[in-house]
């Protein structure tokens, strides 16, 4: 999820925020970045009258379970509103059991290995006893239309899914854990005459339940090239009369930024492809969410590099290796917001520092117009309440960039690259804690460099202050 988008959620769980995207990146705005976001320029749209499909409140921390759904081959018609799932799981061998959160779902008939099971559900999770052997489940149902207010499964007045963090359940039968990564198909009937569906057919890798993503418009499509490594990149945006030139501006850095991380951390592991496509999430359409192997990328920012670029470096952090529990949140936001930062300049592109400095941590430093200034690397797993608590915060993304900024400054970027790959390739794939990050760096590291790592790992990952020279320390990186 990049930085806009944590407006527009936080909005949604929040109530109304101030909001500031910032001007498109590289883009010289003309005038002081405010230390305090302004009001938006439109206010929030009106609720939806229609009660939502969901009665049940989503779960103050989501379960972890002693299962594994493998692979999902999902199968929607977006005009019947209808899905199969054919999900391939190994039971929990303790319960002998599998259980599905399916509270936005209507069941019409579910299987186990070929028999009919029940379709009693108990508070949204339906609970299937399987055995000890992995089995097959397959699961015919239909799905609710969400509004842009609700803004949590299939919203047809916007033509767009979003299900992070643990919605899953309002679009297909899924295990919301952090823990448990699956690799899905998926095929789609039902598309309006006249627009396009864009979504990927597999994932290859095992990603998050909250991965699969659908986008339906009509797209143009814009070719970016191929990568060394031999994956290529694709855009889609809206068919507007600026469209294509907004999509190169933002995709300007993109097939190069995706070969610095596939050369410097790792293989990209969610197939041979990987795309982005222009999505309208109404009154606020800042930022960006991690969909891979195809990202979406909110319509204000299509043009935005800094948009661009971290939603693909998702693919390594966050998407290709999971957090743990929410409390690792930094794993995949700090982690990210560092090696996008990282990969633009390094490519050629604009020095990201100042524009997070001036624009997101300076106000969650001085907890300015609504920002919170939390411990982004708390203890424990799965406590807090995700959605309302203040680890879901922009403080998050930049306190962790910084930490691992300043870490480059004192071992060396190229050196920090090689850690960070490291730990990418021994845990792709799997789900992953921060603090195993900062003990394999600190592992890594020179000797002589100990005390300096646990420092800043104390004062910007386990310390709610900022540190007094804060600004000036995360906005300048060393050559």
Request: proline share 9%.
């Amino acid at each position: 999820m990049n930085l806009g988008t944590w407006w527009i959620t936080a909005t949604l769980a929040c109530g109304p925020v101030a909001d500031d995207a910032g001007p498109a990146v590289g883009t010289p705005s003309g005038t002081t970045p405010p230390t305090q976001p302004p009001v938006p320029s439109e206010p929030p749209p009106t609720p939806d009258p229609t009660p939502p499909t969901v009665t049940t409140p989503p779960p103050t921390t989501v379960p972890v379970l002693g299962q594994d759904i493998e692979t999902v081959n999902l199968e929607f018609d977006l005009t019947l509103l209808s899905g199969t799932a054919t999900l391939q799981v190994q039971p929990d061998t303790l319960t002998q059991t599998v259980v599905l959160d399916v509270s936005g779902l209507t069941l019409s008939s579910v299987t186990v290995d070929g028999v009919a099971a029940p379709l009693d559900t108990v508070d949204g999770m339906l609970q299937l006893s399987t055995g000890t052997a992995a089995s097959t489940i397959v699961v015919d149902y239909t799905f609710p239309t969400r509004s842009a207010w609700q803004f949590d499964g299939w919203m047809p007045s916007l033509g767009v899914s979003f299900i992070w963090p643990y919605f899953c359940g309002n679009l297909y039968p899924c295990d919301p854990s952090t823990t448990d990564g699956v690799a899905f198909t998926m095929q789609i009937t039902g598309v309006p005459d006249g627009l396009v569906a864009i979504f990927p057919t597999a994932s290859f890798g095992e990603g998050p339940a909250y991965m699969p993503g659908i986008a339906l418009g009509d797209y143009v499509q814009l070719d970016l090239g191929e990568t060394p490594a031999g994956t290529t990149l694709t855009a889609w945006y809206f068919d507007e009369p600026d469209g294509r030139a907004r999509a190169e501006q933002g995709t300007a850095y993109l097939l190069d930024a995706f070969d610095f991380f596939e050369e410097n951390y790792g293989p990209y592991s969610f197939g041979p492809t990987y795309g982005t496509v222009e999505v309208d999430w109404g009154w606020d359409s800042y930022g960006g969410m991690e969909h891979h192997p195809i990202s979406h990328v909110g319509t204000f920012d299509l043009d935005d590099v800094e948009a661009q670029v971290h939603e693909a470096g998702h693919g390594w952090f966050g998407d290709g290796v999971r957090i743990a529990c929410w409390e690792d949140f930094v794993l995949s936001e700090g982690t990210n917001t560092y090696i996008t930062a990282r990969a633009v300049q390094e490519v050629g592109g604009p020095d990201l520092w100042p524009y997070y400095v001036d624009f997101f941590l300076r106000p969650s430093c001085e907890e300015a117009g609504g920002y919170a200034n939390p411990v982004v690397m708390p203890a424990g797993c799965s406590l807090t309440d995700f959605i309302h608590d203040d680890l879901w915060s922009l403080a998050t993304y930049m306190k962790g960039a910084c930490y691992y900024g300043e870490v480059a400054d004192l071992v060396g970027a190229d050196v920090l690259d090689d850690m960070i790959g490291g730990f990418y390739n021994s845990h792709v794939g799997t789900a992953a804690e921060m603090e195993w990050m900062t003990d394999w760096i600190e592992a890594s590291a020179d000797p002589a460099h100990a005390v300096g790592l646990e420092q800043l790992r104390v004062e910007w990952l386990e310390t709610a202050a900022c540190p007094t020279d804060y600004a000036d320390r995360c906005r300048v990186r060393l050559p």
